[in-house]
């Protein structure tokens, strides 16, 4: 069973990160258009000059590995099987990663005393926690169906194991034997 909820979810954050990354490395926009991006305006001149390149080239590259990450998820979610062992790895990492990303910009930004980024980085977070636990949900639910459709095979083959079972009995106290052909004859004749 295809895992149509995760494959969106991690194309989603895939062009998300991606974008971000785009537009902090355009010379128009940078970092600040990002932020804004975001959710935050950056209003004033206190702050360091975030259209320099010691922090557009880390910011660009966390943001586009966490963007390669989410891509290899969606890769992952069609290739794969969810049943398959280690299906969401690659997804843990690239929420790990994306959460770990937002993280430091809430640092960075409260070291520069950016008003409003933790707001909307808690958004972000909060939008990447419920994109999770649609991706779990969804990898438990294909996992249990898988299993329930298993389980129901093996009940079916107890079943008949039982029947075999049961047919063989009977036909040793009523002292008849069952040919391979299955037609019943009297013992001795």
Not at 33 to 58: C, H, K, S, Y
Not at 137 to 159: L, P, Y
Request: glycine share 8%; aromatic share 6%.
């Amino acid at each position: 069973m295809r895992q149509v909820l995760t494959s969106f979810l991690a194309l989603h954050w895939a062009i998300v990160f991606a974008l971000l990354a785009l537009i902090c490395i355009d010379g128009n926009r940078g970092v600040a258009a990002a932020l804004g991006v975001l959710g935050t305006t950056i209003e004033g001149t206190r702050f360091v000059d975030l259209d320099n390149f010691v922090v557009v080239a880390p910011l660009a590259t966390a943001l586009l590995v966490v963007a390669v990450l989410f891509f290899w998820a969606f890769v992952e979610a069609l290739l794969n099987d969810a049943t398959s062992p280690g299906a969401d790895s690659v997804a843990r990492i690239a929420f790990i990663c994306a959460s770990g990303m937002l993280s430091l910009i809430v640092i960075g930004g409260a070291a520069q005393g950016i008003n409003g980024l933790f707001m909307a980085v808690a958004v972000q977070l909060t939008a990447l926690l419920a994109s999770y636990v649609a991706m779990l949900a969804e990898r438990r639910s294909v996992v249990a169906a898988a299993a329930s459709g298993e389980s129901e095979i093996h009940a079916v083959a107890h079943d008949m194991a039982k029947a075999a079972a049961h047919n063989s009995l009977l036909s040793l106290i009523s002292g008849r034997t069952v040919s391979k052909t299955g037609s019943n004859h009297r013992g001795g004749h």
